[in-house]
C-alpha cells in the first residue's frame, strides 16, 4: 500500500519551538490521532525561527484531507505565534529503515 506524507513549514513569529512543540503535541497529535488513515506526525526545528510539520497517512486522501483540519487549529490555537510558509502533499516512493533489532 502506498503512503503519502504531508510536509507544512512554519515561520516561527512569536515565542519558541519548545513552546510550539508542546502546543502541537497537547492538540494536533490528538486531532491527527482522530482522522482517517494517520499513521505518524512530528516537529522538526529546521532553524531561523522555522519549524516543519511531518505527517504520514495511509492514503494521498487522508493527507489532503488532513490539510484543512491542520488549518484549522493552527488558526485556533497557533495563530498568534506561526506563519505558514508552505504545505505540501505527496506519494511516497519509499520509507525504509534499519533492520529490527534481534
Known amino acids: 500500500m502506498q503512503q503519502c506524507l504531508r510536509v507544512a513549514s512554519y515561520k ?3 515565542g519558541t519551538f519548545s ?3 508542546d502546543a502541537a503535541k497537547g492538540g494536533m ?3 491527527f490521532k482522530e482522522q482517517p488513515g ?6 522538526a526545528d529546521t532553524g531561523d525561527s522555522t519549524c516543519v510539520s511531518i505527517s504520514l497517512w495511509e492514503t494521498r486522501a ?3 484531507a488532513a490539510t484543512p483540519v491542520a488549518a484549522t487549529w493552527v488558526r485556533e490555537h497557533l495563530a498568534d505565534r506561526v506563519e505558514l510558509r ?7 516512493a519509499f520509507y525504509e529503515g534499519a ?4
Open 38 to 43: 494517520f499513521i505518524r506526525y512530528g516537529l
Open 19 to 21: 513552546e510550539i512543540v
Open 29 to 31: 497529535l490528538k486531532t
Open 12 to 14: 516561527i513569529t512569536k
Open 86 to 92: 508552505s504545505n505540501q502533499v505527496g506519494d511516497l
Open 62 to 64: 487522508q493527507a489532503d
Open 99 to 102: 533492520p529490527a533489532a534481534v
